[in-house]
Protein backbone atom coordinates (compact mmCIF):
# COMPACT_ATOMS: atom_id res chain seq x y z
CA UNK A 1 0.00 0.00 0.00
CA UNK A 2 2.16 2.70 -0.85
CA UNK A 3 -0.50 5.35 0.13
CA UNK A 4 0.51 4.62 3.88
CA UNK A 5 3.75 6.21 5.23
CA UNK A 6 3.64 5.65 8.48
CA UNK A 7 1.68 4.19 11.33
CA UNK A 8 2.31 5.94 14.73
CA UNK A 9 1.00 4.63 18.01
CA UNK A 10 -0.48 7.89 20.24
CA UNK A 11 -1.22 7.46 24.18
CA UNK A 12 -3.90 8.93 25.60
CA UNK A 13 -2.63 10.24 29.26
CA UNK A 14 -4.65 11.74 32.18
CA UNK A 15 -1.65 14.61 32.78
CA UNK A 16 0.14 14.89 29.24
CA UNK A 17 2.46 17.46 31.21
CA UNK A 18 3.78 14.89 33.56
CA UNK A 19 3.72 12.68 30.93
CA UNK A 20 6.04 14.56 28.28
CA UNK A 21 8.26 15.18 31.54
CA UNK A 22 8.40 11.53 32.17
CA UNK A 23 8.82 9.92 28.90
CA UNK A 24 11.93 12.55 28.66
CA UNK A 25 13.39 11.67 31.88
CA UNK A 26 12.34 7.69 32.16
CA UNK A 27 13.46 6.63 28.13
CA UNK A 28 15.15 9.69 27.12
CA UNK A 29 12.84 10.97 24.80
CA UNK A 30 13.04 14.24 22.80
CA UNK A 31 9.57 16.18 22.57
CA UNK A 32 9.36 17.09 19.25
CA UNK A 33 6.03 19.21 18.77
CA UNK A 34 3.26 19.72 21.55
CA UNK A 35 0.18 21.85 20.81
CA UNK A 36 -2.52 22.77 23.05
CA UNK A 37 -6.16 24.40 23.95
CA UNK A 38 -7.31 25.71 26.97
CA UNK A 39 -3.74 23.88 28.77
CA UNK A 40 -4.67 20.30 27.57
CA UNK A 41 -2.07 19.09 25.22
CA UNK A 42 -4.27 17.76 22.41
CA UNK A 43 -0.77 16.26 20.15
CA UNK A 44 2.68 15.81 21.34
CA UNK A 45 5.09 13.64 19.41
CA UNK A 46 8.00 12.10 20.82
CA UNK A 47 11.13 10.55 19.64
CA UNK A 48 13.36 7.86 21.21
CA UNK A 49 16.08 7.13 18.61
CA UNK A 50 14.68 6.44 15.88
CA UNK A 51 11.28 5.54 17.36
CA UNK A 52 8.10 7.88 17.49
CA UNK A 53 5.24 8.12 19.35
CA UNK A 54 2.60 10.27 20.27
CA UNK A 55 0.34 11.60 23.34
CA UNK A 56 -2.79 13.56 24.02
CA UNK A 57 -4.60 14.10 27.26
CA UNK A 58 -7.48 12.69 27.64
CA UNK A 59 -11.08 14.10 26.67
CA UNK A 60 -12.50 14.56 23.31
CA UNK A 61 -14.28 11.10 23.52
CA UNK A 62 -10.38 9.63 24.65
CA UNK A 63 -10.35 8.50 27.77
CA UNK A 64 -7.29 7.99 29.74
CA UNK A 65 -6.24 4.80 31.13
CA UNK A 66 -7.90 3.10 34.43
CA UNK A 67 -5.55 1.34 36.46
CA UNK A 68 -6.42 -2.15 36.49
CA UNK A 69 -8.38 -1.70 32.50
CA UNK A 70 -6.78 -2.09 28.96
CA UNK A 71 -5.33 1.32 28.20
CA UNK A 72 -6.75 2.91 24.95
CA UNK A 73 -4.20 3.54 22.23
CA UNK A 74 -5.28 6.14 19.42
CA UNK A 75 -3.25 4.79 16.53
CA UNK A 76 -2.31 7.91 14.02
CA UNK A 77 -2.04 6.97 10.42
CA UNK A 78 -0.14 9.07 7.52
CA UNK A 79 -1.30 8.70 4.44
CA UNK A 80 -1.26 10.69 0.69
CA UNK A 81 -5.16 10.41 0.29
CA UNK A 82 -7.14 10.33 3.29
CA UNK A 83 -10.47 9.70 1.68
CA UNK A 84 -9.05 6.95 -0.22
CA UNK A 85 -7.75 5.46 3.30
CA UNK A 86 -10.93 5.91 4.93
CA UNK A 87 -12.93 4.47 2.24
CA UNK A 88 -10.97 1.28 2.30
CA UNK A 89 -11.46 0.94 6.28
CA UNK A 90 -14.95 1.59 5.94
CA UNK A 91 -15.18 -1.12 3.24
CA UNK A 92 -13.45 -2.88 5.28
CA UNK A 93 -15.78 -2.31 8.65
CA UNK A 94 -14.88 0.23 10.45
CA UNK A 95 -17.33 3.03 11.17
CA UNK A 96 -16.72 6.50 10.85
CA UNK A 97 -15.80 8.28 14.38
CA UNK A 98 -14.93 11.48 13.19
CA UNK A 99 -15.56 12.10 9.48
CA UNK A 100 -12.76 12.91 6.83
CA UNK A 101 -12.65 16.79 6.48
CA UNK A 102 -9.84 19.78 5.88
CA UNK A 103 -8.12 20.84 9.50
CA UNK A 104 -7.43 24.05 10.61
CA UNK A 105 -3.87 22.25 11.22
CA UNK A 106 -2.77 21.92 7.77
CA UNK A 107 -4.34 18.20 7.34
CA UNK A 108 -6.96 16.23 5.87
CA UNK A 109 -8.06 13.48 8.03
CA UNK A 110 -11.00 12.17 10.33
CA UNK A 111 -11.51 8.87 12.64
CA UNK A 112 -12.37 5.66 12.52
CA UNK A 113 -13.00 2.81 14.38
CA UNK A 114 -12.16 -0.66 13.38
CA UNK A 115 -13.95 -3.76 14.00
CA UNK A 116 -12.29 -4.26 17.28
CA UNK A 117 -12.85 -0.71 18.84
CA UNK A 118 -9.23 0.23 18.06
CA UNK A 119 -9.27 4.40 16.79
CA UNK A 120 -7.71 4.97 13.70
CA UNK A 121 -6.64 8.53 12.99
CA UNK A 122 -6.24 9.33 9.49
CA UNK A 123 -4.67 12.29 7.83
CA UNK A 124 -2.58 13.51 4.87
CA UNK A 125 -0.85 16.56 4.75
CA UNK A 126 -2.52 19.65 2.61
CA UNK A 127 0.14 22.51 3.98
CA UNK A 128 3.02 22.96 5.67
CA UNK A 129 3.01 24.90 8.56
CA UNK A 130 5.40 25.92 11.05
CA UNK A 131 4.82 24.80 15.47
CA UNK A 132 4.18 28.06 15.87
CA UNK A 133 1.68 28.49 13.25
CA UNK A 134 -0.56 25.61 14.18
CA UNK A 135 -0.43 26.66 17.35
CA UNK A 136 -1.87 29.91 16.47
CA UNK A 137 -4.79 27.97 14.47
CA UNK A 138 -5.17 26.00 17.65
CA UNK A 139 -5.78 29.18 19.86
CA UNK A 140 -8.01 30.44 17.21
CA UNK A 141 -10.44 27.55 17.71
CA UNK A 142 -10.81 27.82 21.46
Same mark, same amino acid.
Given at each position: ?? &?? =? *? ?7 ? &? ?5 ? =? ?10 ? $??? /? &??? /???? +? ?6 ? =????? #? ?16 ? $?????? #?? +? ?8 ? #? ?5 ? #? &? *? ?11 ? =? ?5 ? $? ?10 ? *? ?5 ? $?
Amino acid at each position: MA &DI =F *QITPKLVVG &DGAAALA =FYTEALGATVEE $SYT /I &DGR /IVHA +ALTVGELR =FELKD #AGDGDPAPTKGLHPPVLM $SLGVTD #AD +AVTDRLLAAG #ATVVYPV #A &D *QEYGARGGRVADP =FGHHWMV $SAPLESLSPDEV *QARLDAM $S
